[in-house]
């Protein structure tokens, strides 16, 4: 394992950890409506029952977010990153798959 490999998996799983420790409050229906934390769209703010039913959802999609970038963080470590950058580039772009569960709420919201 070399350095950037242990980088990558490193910071791979320190996001999708803190992804998943974010989200479990929501999952669970525990954010209050605010403007700082949760699932932010205009449809959530309609009512206390759109901003539970989108924060759940919402919560539950990053959550299955954030362990998928996990799993890849350990997959980092047994990749040999240094001798092919093009594995760099590709996987250090991991991060943005939270843009699949953002994605999945946007048209949740829209199917409300």
């Known amino acids: 394992m070399g350095w950037t490999s242990l980088l990558l998996g490193l910071s791979s799983l320190i996001v999708g950890l803190v992804v998943v ?8 229906g525990k954010v ?12 959530s703010f309609e009512s206390e029952e759109n901003w539970d039913r989108l924060n759940r959802y919402g919560g539950r999609q990053l959550i299955f977010g954030g362990i998928a970038i996990m799993l890849l963080g350990i997959i980092f470590f047994f990749l040999d990153m240094d001798s092919n950058p093009d594995y760099v580039i590709l996987l250090g772009l991991t991060p943005l798959l939270l843009l699949i569960p953002a994605l999945r709420i946007a048209s949740y919201a829209k199917k409300m």
């Open 32 to 43: 209050a409506m605010n403007h700082t934390y949760g699932v932010r769209l205009a449809k």
């Open 21 to 28: 420790l974010i989200s479990i409050p929501m999952a669970r």
